[in-house]
């Protein structure tokens, strides 16, 4: 094989990991549920925890207003410090984030869970911003 064909060939293999995943989180959306759009994040924010799950320094630079930060990281040791009586409004920069902090929650039995389709980058409301 000539080395046009590797080069083909790792292109080729990228591309399909792109897709793959990408199709992954189309699968992973379906199945969870849950996502919401920005306006109906920003209707129902006041009735709902709102849990930001990306790490503690972008979130201290900015982040939607009224949200709390548990961060990936923590999260699987730190979820229940949500009420599950209450909606859980989750949040991150990639959508796949926000659906491994859904599923640990609806596996332990919280109901209304929904995360921001758009993510963090796609919000359109108010945020809190520090000069951190």
């Known amino acids: 094989m000539n080395i046009w064909g590797i080069i083909n060939?790792?292109?080729?293999?990228?591309?399909?990991a792109i897709a793959g995943s990408w199709l992954w989180i189309k699968i992973?959306?379906?199945?969870?549920?849950?996502?919401i759009t920005n306006e109906e994040f920003e209707k129902g924010k006041h009735k709902a925890q709102i849990i930001d799950v990306r790490e503690k320094n972008p979130f201290k630079?900015?982040?939607?207003l009224?949200?709390?930060?548990i961060p990936m990281?923590?999260?699987?040791?730190?979820?229940?410090?949500?009420?599950?009586?209450?909606p859980v409004y989750i949040y991150s920069d990639t959508?796949?984030?926000?659906?491994?902090?859904v599923k640990i929650l609806k596996?332990?039995?919280?109901?209304?869970?929904?995360?921001?389709?758009?993510?963090?980058?796609?919000?359109?409301?108010q945020t809190k911003t520090s000069k951190y």
């Open 66 to 69: 009224g949200a709390r930060n």
């Open 107 to 125: 596996k332990n039995g919280y109901q209304k869970v929904y995360w921001l389709k758009d993510g963090f980058d796609g919000w359109k409301g």
């Open 28 to 35: 992973e959306e379906k199945r969870v549920g849950g996502a």
């Open 9 to 16: 060939l790792i292109l080729i293999i990228i591309i399909l």
């Open 95 to 101: 959508p796949s984030v926000s659906l491994r902090a």
């Open 73 to 86: 990281t923590m999260f699987k040791y730190q979820y229940s410090e949500i009420r599950p009586d209450l």
């Open 61 to 64: 630079r900015k982040h939607i």
